[in-house]
């Protein structure tokens, strides 16, 4: 709409003109919004019949249909060039890899929030969110997606500690320097992050 508005005071002198012609030219439903609006064509610089000027409104109920028949179509042209497809269920019992912990979970139930799961880790049980989980079976290894992200370290799928992301762990580089005069012993803390 705005690039079409554009196009128009790029095109012509007269602003007033340009949208007459514009509000009277039909759409893709066949309809102008003139006739929408007042049920006639209007008259322009164009020469026409004047039959065309007489009132006849539209069906109302035939452009809807075409209207939204249009949106369908053009979503699906969208969705189609992008390879945009809508995420399939999960299942419970499905076996799933939750990227973000890097392990392999066991599907529980849907959650309250759309599109999140309840998995079962071995050492607890989480919510995430249906990007964070690919679906795989028991025979397969750990699936590409997952494998492939350079932030993981590769773990087998029969992995069976599967723990929470951490923070920074401060462990000393060697035992004689825990106890060095001078140099501050630092607290060992172990935080779990929230995702």
């Not at 399939?88 to 890899?97: F, H, I, Q, Y």
């Not at 939750?98 to 309250?112: E, F, H, N, Y």
Request: charged letters at 20%.
């Amino acid at each position: 709409m705005v690039r079409t508005v554009k196009d128009l005071l790029e095109k012509s002198s007269n602003l007033f003109l340009a949208l007459l012609t514009y509000r009277d030219t039909p759409g893709v439903s066949g309809v102008s919004p003139a006739q929408l609006l007042i049920g006639r064509k209007l008259q322009t610089r164009l020469l026409g019949l004047p039959e065309r000027l007489l009132p006849a409104l539209p069906s109302h109920e035939t452009f809807r249909a075409q209207d939204s028949a249009t949106k369908v179509q053009q979503g699906k042209n969208y969705n189609f060039h992008h390879s945009a497809s809508p995420p399939s269920p999960l299942k419970p019992g499905d076996n799933v890899w939750v990227k973000d912990i890097g392990c392999s979970d066991r599907v529980l139930s849907p959650a309250q929030r759309p599109q999140a799961y309840v998995v079962e880790t071995p050492g607890s049980i989480l919510q995430r969110n249906h990007r964070l989980l690919v679906r795989f079976s028991t025979g397969q290894n750990i699936p590409e997606q997952a494998a492939a992200s350079p932030s993981k370290p590769e773990r087998s799928q029969q992995s069976s500690s599967c723990s929470l992301p951490v923070g920074p762990l401060r462990v000393p580089s060697s035992p004689e320097m825990q106890g060095s005069p001078g140099e501050e012993s630092l607290p060992q803390t172990q935080e779990q992050v929230r995702m």
